[in-house]
Nanobody, 119 residues
């Protein structure tokens, strides 16, 4: 069974940076996809970024050019470097991990970490 744990987050001023980290442990040897989602107050959860074992990445349009996802396959860790943060980036950020054949949204999720961007 895979467990996913996030770390990082906190309070930052607009224009600042935050780095989130996530580690997948347990039976994590078959993880193909890792990524991040977020849920802002009163809004639905949305996908933010994704990366596979080959380092191929994709981002939602609103964070392109500001966020960078990276991964260390051997340790099943993924990071999300968030720069030029905006108040609308305020949300609980969730890490997710999925094995081959499983969509990231249906994989294993962490408990989430709060990121608050003040204006």
């Amino acid at each position: 069974q895979v467990q996913v744990v996030e770390s990082g987050g906190g309070l930052v001023q607009a224009g600042g940076s935050v780095r989130l980290s996530c580690v997948a442990s347990g039976s994590a040897g078959d993880i193909l996809l890792m990524g991040w989602y977020r849920q802002a107050p009163g809004k639905q959860r949305e996908w933010v970024a994704i990366i596979n074992t080959r380092g191929v990445t994709d981002y939602t349009d609103s964070v392109k050019g500001r966020f960078t996802i990276s991964r260390e396959n051997r340790r099943n860790t993924v990071t999300l470097q968030m720069n030029s943060l905006k108040p609308e980036d305020t949300a609980v950020y969730y890490c997710a991990a999925a094995p081959p054949g499983v969509q990231l949204s249906r994989g294993t999720w962490g408990q989430g970490t709060q990121v608050t961007v003040s204006s």
